[in-house]
């Protein structure tokens, strides 16, 4: 079994920061592709940034400049970093991770999702 688990989400101020984790566990051979995608009321669920297990990235146009994502291959941990936050990245943000349980296989997990509310 697989579990991807974040934490880091809140209430923050328009101006402010927020730093989002998430860790996977479980019976793991190796990880590919992790990411974050959020998800607003009545909206779809849309990619916020990636990063493959080499370190290349990739952002959402919205976010270019603000946010910064990363991670730990050691702690099997991605990072977003949300700075200048806005009203507009209110959503519940998840995480997301391409796993490989064995030499074999690859699936794709999801996290239960962090909410994230900036308002002043």
């Known amino acids: 079994q697989v579990q991807l688990v974040e934490s880091g989400g809140g209430l923050v101020q328009p101006g402010g920061s927020l730093r989002l984790s998430c860790t996977a566990s479980?019976?793991?051979?190796?990880?590919?592709?992790m990411g974050w995608y959020l998800q607003a009321p009545g909206k779809q669920r849309d990619l916020v940034a990636s990063?493959?297990?080499?370190?290349?990235?990739n952002y959402a146009d919205s976010v270019k400049g603000r946010f910064t994502i990363s991670r730990d291959n050691a702690k099997n941990t991605v990072y977003l970093q949300m700075n200048t936050l806005k009203p507009d990245d209110s959503a519940v943000y998840y995480c997301?991770?391409?796993?490989?349980?064995?030499?074999?296989?690859?699936?794709?997990?999801w996290g239960q999702g962090t909410q994230v509310t900036v308002s002043s």
């Open positions: 479980g019976s793991i051979f190796g990880i590919g592709r």
């Open positions: 990063i493959t297990s080499g370190g290349s990235t």
């Open positions: 997301n991770a391409n796993i490989s349980r064995t030499k074999w296989n690859l699936n794709t997990y």
